[in-house]
């Protein structure tokens, strides 16, 4: 009996930019909720919301034949990474007054004193946040982009194992697994 091994694997990386996006169902929603710095009649040719950064996919199939006829074992595994998506880093509430709120992109300061803060704990907290996050972190003295930064990859696998079992009724060899 011959085994059967099989392997794949492939890896895709996707960009995509575009003028709105069309993040809302109709004209009024699509135009108040493109994430920008001056307004959304300034929006600029900027990252688009849905598309997935990276991917990749790989598979695994081998066939284990046995000397009985009909009684073969199949064992195959699938996996997947991708990144999450991406999004934006954005205002709670309206700060370049163009009255759309939670849209406006954020400014990235490239130092403290770049700021007022209520306290210095205040600083402290923001600028730890900054340090730890990889997009913000490499972009001070920046306003961040529109769906710039990549949320972390996650990863799925899928296991299959199965057994054909024969039975012959006359001369008719009939498997199931």
């Not at 091994?5 to 009024?28: E, F, Q, R, V, W």
């Not at 001056?38 to 199939?61: D, K, N, Y």
């Not at 930064?149 to 024969?166: G, K």
Request: proline fraction near 4%.
């Amino acid at each position: 009996p011959v085994n059967d091994l099989h392997l794949m694997a492939a890896y895709t990386l996707s960009a995509s930019k575009d003028i709105s996006g069309m993040p809302g169902s109709n004209a009024s929603s699509a135009y108040s909720q493109l994430y920008t710095v001056q307004g959304p009649e300034f929006t600029g040719l900027q990252r688009t919301g849905s598309v997935i950064p990276g991917r990749a996919i790989a598979s695994a199939s081998y066939t284990k034949k046995w000397k009985w006829e009909g009684f073969d074992t199949h064992v195959s595994l699938f996996y997947e990474g991708k990144t999450a998506g991406t999004y934006s880093f954005i205002y709670k509430g309206d700060m370049n007054k163009d009255g759309v709120l939670g849209c406006d992109l954020i400014y990235i300061p490239n130092k403290p004193t770049e700021l007022q803060w209520a306290s210095a704990s205040d600083m402290q907290q923001f600028w730890a946040f900054v340090n730890q996050d990889k997009y913000l972190s490499t972009h001070k003295g920046q306003y961040a982009g529109a769906y710039a930064a990549s949320a972390p990859w996650f990863h799925t696998f899928d296991l299959r194992i199965a057994q054909d079992v024969a039975v012959r009724l006359g001369k008719t060899l009939h498997r199931l697994q």
